[in-house]
């Protein structure tokens, strides 16, 4: 029973599409250009592009079971895979969507509606919901390489942030069927950790000293304009301040559904250190 991996080069995607391999699971995995997908030798690779719905009845052919991230085409890609006789969409969503205080925050309606899409489809789907990737701290890389120094709001915010691996892993237990309940539930790491000590870590793990710098929530918004929309830059604030607040919670999901306590962030630095030396 094949399944697709979409954006399988991809932080998630790929560890998605790795674990899947270590299973012996038939696969095949998908880019906008294959020719450049830089991925293990002898899986099959397809063009695929959601925002090109021409690309999907092909890459789809043959196909069961699907890994996706996406939050725009998810229309069209449903009728695809309807048309194609899929059996199973696992898509990485947001735990945003689960926070009573982000409604109305643009990060969390955007997952919002992709979901109601989903639901909508008359497909069989199961949405994975992290709530903090391990892989933000890497909006600090740039500056901690250069200047040796990270800037942020509310350096004593706290998250439990969750490595992309154990995310991966969580959507192959539900694309395999070793987790069939609370799979969609909030999805973090296992342990609160403030923006200061997660900095702290990335310096030890990277070998180098890391000043902070705190930033105003105006400074903060302009900085994150540089990389997102407005609304989308306002949307982090409010999860910042949220989280300085308490209200970026750990959760047990992780544990329950992979059978052992998630990767730390030391663990995550350890993995990434060569991208802040």
Known sequence: MTTLVIGARGSVGRQVLDQLLALGEPVRASARTPETA???????????????????????????????????????????????????????????????????????????????????SGLRWTPIRPLVLANNALAWSYSIRTEGVARMLHPEAATAPIHERDVAAAAVA???????????????GGELVSQRRQVELIGEAAGRPVRIEE?????????????????????????????????????GTARRILGRPPLPFARWTADHAATFA
């Open 38 to 120: 830089d991925l293990p030798a002898g899986v099959p690779v397809v063009a695929a592009d959601l925002t090109r719905p021409q690309t999907l009845p092909a890459a789809l052919d043959g196909v069961r079971k699907v890994f996706v991230y996406a939050t725009a085409g998810m229309a069209d890609f449903a009728v695809a895979a309807r048309a194609a006789g899929v059996e199973h969409v696992v898509v990485l969503s947001s735990g945003s969507v689960l926070l009573p205080y982000a409604h109305g925050n643009a990060i969390a309606e955007e997952h919002r509606a992709m979901e109601r899409v989903l639901a909508a």
């Open 174 to 188: 539900a694309l395999t069927g070793r987790a069939e309940s609370g799979v969609s539930d909030l999805l973090t």
């Open 215 to 251: 930033l105003t929530e105006a400074r903060a918004q302009r900085e994150f304009e540089r990389f997102g929309s407005p609304a989308a830059a306002a949307s982090i604030v409010q999860f910042i301040v949220a989280a300085a607040r308490g209200g970026s919670p750990a959760t």
